[in-house]
């Protein structure tokens, strides 16, 4: 179309000629019309043709764009990785950390994040509507999901400023018999609902005050903030803890809190195996798989 002479089309392509011809006389006859009128010198392109070029220019640029779009998401350059993670840790650490040294690493990459439950990670893994999770591995998290270890947090209580137990300067199981509490409910972790029951009834804590159960730790934490009752809550609450709220360790409650990123062993998408490397990286989640 450009040269208007099948010699100089061949040259330029480097092909011979009647290469050129028969390819262009079998894509007419498979389309059906004529690309080019004859000339005694040479050839001038034809008006269905003028309009079957600017297509295919057009299919042929986006050919290409969708290869290179691939390309990048095959080299773990761009695409979209959906990341959960537990929002209590979300404030300080790891977590943060992760997310922003993934963002400047593959600034192309569509990070989509959802703050959830352990249990709801753990459940979206599996099912594959998330690529990973942050989450506290009480339980256990099944043979399908590959975990990396990432540090433990530890279980404090938090209580409206002012209460009673805030004036306590060594605070224990048994001094919070009378306390009404806010807890979690059991479905989101038997498992670690009944060690934290064992650990409160071994220290004298037999049977807590429970006035009001809440799932996540943001609702917790508004509720010991309008007095309703304390709670136990994990260690990073302190670094998004409302003024209105006081955290206290306890010194007689070791329960560990596990924190560890998971996904599917069979995901093999390429920014996911990026993120796992970035995380492995940070310089807190190497100094915890040292020891």
Same mark, same amino acid.
């Given at each position: 179309?450009?040269?208007?002479?099948?010699?100089?089309?061949?040259?330029?392509?480097?092909?011979?000629?009647?290469? @050129?011809?028969?390819?262009?006389?079998?894509?007419?006859?498979?389309?059906?019309?004529?690309?080019?009128?004859?000339?005694?010198?040479?050839?001038?392109?034809?008006?269905?043709?003028?309009?079957?070029?600017?297509?295919?220019?057009?299919?042929?640029?986006?050919?290409?764009?969708?290869?290179?779009?691939?390309?990048?998401?095959?080299?773990?350059?761009?695409?979209?990785?959906?990341?959960?993670?537990?929002?209590?840790? &979300?404030?300080?650490?790891?977590?943060?950390?992760?997310?922003?040294?993934?963002?400047?690493?593959?600034?192309?990459?569509?990070?989509?994040?959802?703050?959830?439950?352990? @249990?709801?990670?753990?459940? &979206?893994?599996?099912?594959?509507?998330?690529?990973?999770?942050?989450?506290?591995?009480?339980?256990?998290?099944?043979?399908? @999901?590959?975990?990396?270890?990432?540090?433990?947090?530890?279980?404090?209580?938090?209580?409206?400023?002012?209460?009673?137990?805030?004036?306590?300067?060594?605070?224990? @199981?048994?001094?919070?018999?009378?306390?009404?509490?806010?807890?979690?409910?059991?479905?989101?972790?038997?498992?670690?609902?009944?060690?934290?029951?064992?650990?409160?009834?071994?220290?004298?804590?037999?049977?807590?005050?429970?006035?009001?159960?809440?799932?996540?730790?943001?609702?917790?934490? &508004?509720?010991?903030?309008?007095?309703?009752?304390?709670?136990?809550?994990?260690?990073?609450?302190?670094?998004?803890?409302?003024?209105?709220?006081?955290?206290?360790?306890?010194?007689?409650?070791?329960?560990?809190?596990?924190?560890?990123?998971?996904?599917?062993?069979?995901?093999?998408?390429?920014?996911?195996?990026?993120?796992?490397?970035?995380?492995?990286?940070?310089?807190?989640?190497?100094?915890?798989?040292?020891?």
């Amino acid at each position: 179309a450009e040269e208007q002479h099948y010699g100089r089309a061949a040259e330029r392509l480097r092909i011979a000629q009647p290469a @050129l011809s028969r390819q262009i006389q079998d894509l007419e006859e498979e389309i059906g019309f004529k690309l080019f009128d004859r000339l005694p010198r040479g050839v001038k392109i034809s008006a269905a043709g003028k309009s079957f070029l600017v297509d295919a220019r057009r299919i042929l640029h986006e050919v290409n764009e969708a290869t290179a779009r691939a390309k990048r998401v095959a080299s773990g350059q761009s695409g979209t990785l959906r990341v959960g993670f537990v929002e209590s840790v &979300s404030w300080h650490g790891v977590v943060p950390d992760s997310f922003r040294e993934f963002r400047e690493r593959q600034p192309d990459a569509e990070l989509q994040l959802k703050p959830s439950s352990s @249990l709801e990670q753990t459940e &979206s893994v599996h099912a594959g509507r998330l690529d990973a999770g942050f989450v506290f591995t009480i339980a256990n998290i099944g043979r399908e @999901l590959a975990q990396l270890p990432l540090g433990s947090l530890n279980l404090m209580l938090a209580a409206p400023k002012g209460h009673p137990l805030t004036k306590l300067k060594k605070l224990r @199981l048994r001094d919070l018999s009378d306390a009404a509490f806010v807890w979690f409910p059991r479905r989101e972790s038997p498992a670690y609902y009944d060690r934290l029951m064992h650990e409160c009834f071994r220290a004298g804590l037999k049977s807590p005050h429970i006035v009001q159960e809440a799932v996540n730790e943001a609702t917790i934490l &508004s509720l010991v903030s309008c007095r309703l009752g304390v709670a136990f809550v994990s260690s990073a609450t302190r670094w998004r803890c409302p003024e209105s709220v006081v955290v206290l360790p306890v010194t007689d409650l070791n329960l560990p809190l596990p924190l560890a990123l998971i996904w599917r062993k069979d995901n093999v998408s390429p920014l996911l195996a990026k993120f796992v490397a970035g995380v492995r990286q940070l310089p807190e989640v190497e100094a915890f798989t040292k020891h």
